[in-house]
């Protein structure tokens, strides 16, 4: 029997990604959402991907009395941890929603698996707890200064999950920092669905592309980066979903807590990914320069080093397959 792996926020972007790919690595995977920022739409795209209709419950993660109905209903041996609020200008407008969903969320699932002595969990953390790096590229030995309230919710998850892991050696726990994940599966019948205005570069790419938003505002050209634009370090979210199979697997021989950079390693300025997505579709994308954005910092990439290590992990996928990728599915439509 293929081990049962439920992925909380199994609807959402990184989510139904990492389903796809569970089953393409030989698990059965359970979604869990509560649709707050994803649709029940995505369930028949998972299920023509996988060849059979995967199970799916509409539970909220903080619904701890729900949760123990999922793990009483299917035969759970690990966890990927996925749902939760995660557009840091919004965070900072709605502190107390984004420690109820991130924190309390978390902290229901940490109990709820103690109880059913589920002890692996894969957790989805951010490049955010790094706030403003100190050298670069940013290995997981930087200090943790998150600038958002959305990069603080993910320090102090990381934080209580490795205090769990101090106090009882049974668990197994992945805290993997996303650096800025990007792109849609190559069928392009997966990708970012954002309700309303896209927040990332790449998506607000797309529909400017599409014709449904006007152009380009870029938040600064005056950073201290080659050209002025800021540089970050885009990963495929097919290549983030592969890295979540490796750190399962890496946990089946390892206990404690673990934090792991996900990220390509190198860093792309705006003006790159734009003349990036400019190749992809054809079309130019009409830009205006403005000032820098509150919380931005001018540089962050990875030092994907240990997840190469110990993962044998690192990305395969590029900045224009990223861009391919991204505009394949703006073209079947964008959306659920
Ligand atoms: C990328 C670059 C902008 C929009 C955020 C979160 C991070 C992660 C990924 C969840 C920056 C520039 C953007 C625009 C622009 N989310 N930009 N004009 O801010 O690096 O990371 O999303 O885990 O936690 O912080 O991503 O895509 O918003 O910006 O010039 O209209 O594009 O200034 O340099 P960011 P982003």
């Known amino acids: 029997m293929p081990e049962s792996i439920l992925v909380t926020g199994g609807a959402g ?3 139904s990604h990492v389903v796809v790919a569970l089953v393409r690595a030989g ?44 793990f009483r209903d299917h035969p759970i041996t690990a966890v990927i941890h996925c749902a939760g609020l995660k557009a840091v200008g919004e965070s900072q407008a709605r502190p107390l929603a984004y420690y109820d969903v991130n924190v309390g969320g978390a902290m229901a699932l940490a109990q709820v698996m103690g109880e059913a002595g589920v002890a692996t969990l894969v957790f989805s953390s951010s490049a955010s707890v790094y706030g403003e790096p100190e050298a670069l590229p940013i290995d997981e030995a930087a200090p943790l200064q998150p600038h958002s309230v959305y990069g603080r919710t993910k320090r102090i998850v990381e934080d209580f999950l490795c205090d769990l892991a101090g106090a009882n050696a049974n668990w197994r726990i992945a805290l993997l920092r996303y650096f800025n994940p990007a792109g849609a599966h190559v069928s392009g019948t997966l990708g970012e669905a954002a309700r309303g205005r896209p927040n990332n570069l790449v998506p607000l790419l797309c529909k400017i592309a599409a014709g449904e938003l006007a152009n380009l505002t870029v938040y600064g ?13 885009y990963l495929h979210v097919e290549d983030l979903a592969e890295g979540h199979i490796a750190a399962l697997r890496h946990l089946a021989g390892v206990r404690g807590a673990l934090a792991i950079n996900l990220g390509a390693g190198r860093g792309h300025s705006v003006l790159e990914v734009v003349a990036a997505f400019e190749r992809a579709c054809g079309r130019r994308i009409a830009r205006t320069i403005a000032p820098r954005r509150p919380g931005d910092v001018a540089a962050s990439y990875a030092d994907a080093t240990r997840a190469a290590q110990l993962l044998h992990w690192r990305t395969t996928r590029d900045l224009d397959a990223i861009c391919a990728d991204a505009w394949r599915w703006q073209q079947q439509g964008g959306r659920y």
Do not use: E, F
Not at 32 to 51: C, E, F, I, Q
Not at 221 to 233: E, F, I, L, S, Y
């Open 27 to 70: 698990y059965a995977p359970v979604v869990l959402d509560n649709y707050a920022n994803s649709t029940p739409a995505v369930l028949p795209r998972l299920h023509a991907l996988a060849g059979y209709a995967i199970p799916a419950v509409h539970v909220d993660v903080r619904d701890a009395d729900a949760l123990r109905g999922v």
């Open 221 to 233: 050209n005056d950073w201290p980066t080659a050209d002025g634009t800021g540089v970050r370090d």
């Open 13 to 15: 972007y990184v989510g």
